[in-house]
């Protein structure tokens, strides 16, 4: 396939840079389409290969005004996206910028402290990230994070996967209640967003519907559940893909799109999501999604990093692994790590073996993914 190489910081390059496809091409303005095209957008790979999901465009106000009904962007405001804009969160945010007429600031790489100094020279009024940069910035030393004026923040925006709520907790004691997180995917754009205000009430939540969204929660035979029960998550609004750039597509129900995932609403309409359908384990029976455990171990102040998976067992099928990175400076034992869990959840909950790891793999747009663990290191 050709290769264009969009910067490179230097020595020789083995393909043709953009700047020199933009110099070479013809300056002669294109007649416009006569109709919309469509945006293709790789899912993340975390799972699996990733695949192309279309997107289709559209010229009406329903995009910008589902966001703009939770998440209160101002007009000519200064934007900070710290999230790689080939990540679907960094784009939507890009467009959404240029719809309320933005200043948008991007860095080549992410550095947590290049960041908060980017905000206070800036003024910075929206920062967007993915929950792994938000922990990032609060790992930096106390007296650095303090070094800098960040008080020009009114929204910081996460988004791209879980945000636990030990970590919403943390940053909104120190920069206030300022943070607000998306929940969403390739295939259905966004179903939830969480405010300042639901994420102390509801520690985990994702939020509730913005305008023009619906959610709803099915079993396995295609019925819909009342609030409280677990089941599948579909979602339905004017983003939802039109399949798969190689024809497959993803379940409908009534006009929803599954997300892939499993979760539940409470009471108050606000979305859970306890983890994905292809991630349940079945350990002696008990249905085990590993999200809740990792929200568990990630309580401990000494865990900066976890990952559970099921792996085979010959009386249980299979039984839990738990990979945990260490914090710098902290002490961790896995007997401790395990009484954690037993005091918050089930004992069949409790991961029967903790490797201390020195990292885990992310993809490219910093989400964890869980390809490769549980196989022997070469």
Known sequence: MPRFIAWHDRGPVPATTLDELIAAGDPRALPPPVHHGHVVILTSGTTGPPKGAMRPESDRLGVPLALLDRIPLRSRQVTLIASPLFHSWGYLQFGLALAVSATVVLQRHFDPEAVLATVARERVDALVLVPTMLERILELPSSTRARYDTS????????????????????????????????GSTEVSWAAIATPADLPAA????????????VAIFDELGRRLPAG????????????????????GKQLIDGLVSTGDVGHIDDAGRLFVDGREDEMIVSGGENIFPSEVEDALALHPGVAEVAVIGVEDEHFAQRLRAYVVVADGAAVSEDELKQLVRTRLASFKVPREIEFVSDLPHTESGKLTKIGLGRPRP
């Open 152 to 183: 020009s923040l009114r929204i910081v925006a996460v988004s791209g996967f879980a945000l636990q709520g030990d970590l919403a907790t943390r940053f909104m004691q120190e920069f206030g209640e300022i943070l607000y997180n998306l929940y």
């Open 203 to 214: 520690p985990g939540t994702v939020g509730r519907p913005p305008r023009g969204t619906r």
């Open 229 to 248: 029960s677990r089941g599948r998550i579909f979602v339905g609004n004017e983003t939802a893909f039109d399949g798969y750039t190689d024809g497959g």
